[in-house]
């Protein structure tokens, strides 16, 4: 089946920089819109950024843009979200999504695919 594994998530200074590896297995990557999602306490899940089958095209939510930088390794199975210049205000859980599309608004709709979310929280 389908899994997509999240980590490199821990605590850190604000300013500072992480990257997000998803692995993925049960799926032929190449074939899949990978993107990232995040969930703080108390709020909706959001979406962060998003990359199209052939990594030509990316997509990024305003908060995260010229920040995060989404890429993938279709012969590695790995998505990474690059995250630099990481404020307080990017504290949530980060979850790998598979096979999101955008609506006709043109807003990224996750898939069906989830992964278990890895953990980032940035310090004042």
């Known amino acids: 089946q389908v899994q997509l594994l999240a980590s490199g998530g821990g605590l850190v200074q604000a300013g500072r920089s992480l990257r997000l590896p998803c692995a993925t297995s049960?799926?032929?990557?190449?074939?899949?819109?990978m993107g990232w999602f995040r969930q703080a306490p108390g709020e909706e899940r959001e979406f962060v950024a998003a990359i199209t089958r052939s990594g030509i095209n990316t997509y990024y939510a305003d908060s995260v843009k010229g920040r995060f930088t989404i890429s993938r390794d279709n012969a590695k199975n790995t998505v990474y979200l690059q995250m630099n210049s990481l404020k307080p205000e990017d504290t949530a859980a980060y979850y790998c999504?598979?096979?999101?599309?955008?609506?006709?608004?043109?807003?990224?709709?996750?898939?069906?695919?989830w992964g278990l979310g890895t953990q980032v929280t940035v310090s004042s």
């Open positions: 999504n598979a096979d999101w599309y955008r609506n006709r608004d043109f807003k990224v709709v996750p898939g069906a695919y």
């Open positions: 049960g799926l032929t990557l190449s074939s899949y819109a």
